[in-house]
């Protein structure tokens, strides 16, 4: 089965949508002109924007210049004179507009298991009675092994896992035992998208904290922490950010715990007055608390270069366009022979990848890539499919459908060179 | 008083140095030819590599082939067909011969200080019955916030600092609950450097475990972690390796703890099957298990071409170079009215800096940046200068005695400018 130029296959209730459709969806799309933002490769198609995103057109030059100009020529003088002190709370406050946070809220640190660490390690301490911390059993394993990892070390305290994220199961298990509650916003494997609102007022009811994990949806969709009531939350910057390979984390801590959280990971970034190299610890006000030590400063700049993208761009037209990407792309996959759509159909349940179930979903993906398609695969059998809005287009998304339905009729996922498993895909 | 070009003046008991005799030792200096490996301001004299190491020549090309190739145009496979996945262990292993460590006992990842929190809480968990961590009062506060924070989060264990690290001082604090020793093996302020075989025989005869921190040795001495049979330690790479501002830190792990050793920051990049997404966390063997999570590939990126140059370096004429600019140095400036040298005269017992106290140490030091002789300060009255032997020169040691000697006579630092506070130096 393939995907003709005038092919108008009917799919899921939906009139089907022509290559020609998708180029004048295109022509009108406001967010177009940010593809020119971003340094892209010739060919193919990129949907793994949910993984790591595209390179932006200044960062090179960004980065060149904290090396060359900050590093090599002002050396040591820059953590003064180049602000490198303050990067942390500015890149905090520019990414505080993007998760409905006040500018004094984010601190851009660390790695996103890091500062969970960190998050989980402050709100047992906010509730000292409770000692039970609850995730999600198919959430991005790092939280669950962080959760373990701070429960183990704190005396009497626990990690359980939900078997699922329903408000019937979390009020089984909100007793009045569990001090926090972490959860992602957006799940990384089937894209599906939690009501932050509704789930934060539930566990709040009940005496826990709430802890947001918005890594998949920091960049893809309006975040609204603030508004939604959330306690903590830690995201990272690599996805549909675009910070870059390993780009620093950030974290969120409302305001109304800023003066009574502690945190155990209690560097000299975070000290009331780290200059007087005073021996015993006291955290500084605010956010600054959450601080450890020295950032990366090139990581840093990457991460700057890339929010001056985002500076630009409405968060509403992004998500606009990215439920309409992926609208599109389950119309066009769904009828293929062999493919389950795992990601929720409504749209307030979806973020903004599309997950799809095929039993040799591993060399599937395979033969994709070596087609210029570039997606991944996540154990057992999902291919997963990311929409950035701010540079994948609707003929890319129609190209992409075709792509998979060549692959898959032509069987050439079979070959032996598509089934060689590599450390990720 | 001032340096004149012919000056002779004993100090110390050795016999002054002029500069052309300066220039004499530089034009016999095997390590003279590394100096073109790094971009350097064209004038002034940099005393501030222990603090912020200088910009190799091939570090901007590197990291532009990371940012526009490896992540611009191969986007996520770069994971797999860049070697992102093994940098850690790859850059562990050209650590490991600059702290006679072997390539599996070391792994490049985070910060010191949120690495020396997973070693501290794996020394905690192998010494079940003591509850103590020892630290020194004088270190850097850091380490000190640290044992705080994560004894603060164990239940009863506590950190207890040492007044001094004599080998009675030690003994009077090794007992039966000590689980840990942290200790600098050179002191950031006064340069000294402690014996790290003894100490470490000393605090193991005792039951406890040896964690060492080499921020201010790696790259500025042999540091022989395994023949002196530290337990674990934990540097950065931003002094004397020069990997960038902020550059990811390293840790070492002896082999013989590392089937046991288990940290608390249990991230997914230190799982057995990190792309199986299993709900539990099960470490890894070796070394990986003390990894976290994602690292910046360009912080990464920038530490490989720093260890290009180290790869050709012999430590051995390092550290004779070292003892050569900081006995130069000494003699040249403890003759100065108001100066006096608090770094260890004997060899054994210094690192690679020299600090001078001075009553009015900070503007002393702002008059000497804007002469363009960059040390820095450490409050309450220490002046600290760093001689990093691949890139500072017997000539400019010479210069910058000179300077500091008519910074004196002139009096110039008393200018209020030279006085207002900035958050370093």
């Given at each position: 089965m393939s995907i003709g130029p005038d092919d108008t296959r009917p799919s899921g209730g939906r009139p089907g949508t022509t290559r020609e459709q998708c180029e004048a969806l295109d022509?009108?799309?406001?967010?177009?002109?940010?593809?020119?933002?971003?340094?892209?490769?010739?060919?193919?198609?990129?949907?793994d924007g949910n993984s790591l995103g595209a390179l932006p057109v200044r960062t090179a030059e960004r980065v060149r210049e904290v090396v060359e100009e900050e590093w090599g020529r002002e050396l040591i003088r820059s953590w003064n004179d180049a602000g490198w002190f303050e990067q942390p709370y500015r890149l905090g406050g520019r990414i505080?507009?993007?998760?409905?946070?006040?500018?004094?809220?984010?601190?851009?640190?660390?790695?996103?298991?890091?500062?969970?660490?960190?998050?989980?390690?402050?709100?047992?301490?906010?509730?000292?009675?409770?000692?039970?911390?609850?995730?999600?059993?198919?959430?991005?394993?790092t939280d669950l092994y962080i959760a373990e990892g701070v429960t183990g070390l704190v005396g009497g305290a626990r990690s359980v896992l939900l078997p699922s994220t329903t408000p019937e199961e979390l009020e089984r298990h909100l007793d009045g035992d569990v001090a926090a509650v972490v959860l992602s916003h957006v799940d990384y494997r089937t894209g599906e998208l939690l009501d932050m609102a509704?789930?934060?007022?539930?566990?709040?009811?009940?005496?826990?904290?709430?802890?947001?994990?918005?890594c998949h949806s920091v960049g893809?969709?309006?975040?609204?922490?603030?508004?939604?009531?959330?306690?903590?939350?830690?995201?990272?910057?690599?996805?549909?950010l675009n910070g870059g390979p390993g780009s620093p984390a950030f974290l969120y801590v409302a305001e109304r715990h800023q003066a009574a959280a502690e945190q155990p990971l209690s560097g000299w970034f975070g000290h009331a007055r780290p200059f007087a190299f005073e021996p015993a610890y006291a955290p500084t006000g605010g956010i600054g608390r959450f601080l450890t030590s020295s950032p990366s400063l090139l990581g840093q700049a990457a991460l700057g270069a890339a929010l001056d993208v985002w500076e630009r761009a409405d968060l509403r037209a992004v998500r606009a366009k990215s439920l309409a990407l992926t609208d599109l792309f389950i119309s066009l996959v769904e009828p293929l022979d062999g493919v389950e759509v795992v990601t929720p159909r409504e749209h307030h349940r979806r973020g903004s990848q599309v997950a799809l179930r095929h039993r040799d979903g591993y060399p599937v993906v395979q033969a994709l890539i070596e087609r210029g398609v570039i997606g991944d695969f996540r154990a057992p059998d999902l291919m997963r499919f990311g929409f950035t809005p701010l540079y994948v287009s609707y003929a890319q998304v129609w190209d992409a459908a075709q792509q998979l339905a060549e692959v898959l009729e032509s069987g050439e996922w079979r070959e032996e060179r598509f089934n060689r498993r590599g450390a990720v895909t």
């Open positions: 022509a009108a799309d406001p967010l177009a002109g940010f593809r020119a933002e971003f340094t892209l490769p010739d060919k193919g198609v990129y949907l505080a507009p993007l998760v409905g946070a006040a500018a004094g809220e984010v601190v851009v640190c660390d790695t996103t298991s890091v500062n969970l660490f960190k998050v989980l390690a402050a709100a047992l301490r906010l509730r000292p009675g409770r000692r039970t911390v609850l995730g999600d059993g198919a959430a991005f394993p509704a789930v934060t007022a539930q566990v709040r009811a009940a005496g826990a904290l709430m802890i947001w994990d918005v893809a969709l309006p975040v609204e922490l603030g508004s939604c009531g959330a306690d903590f939350a830690v995201g990272c910057t690599y996805k549909y």
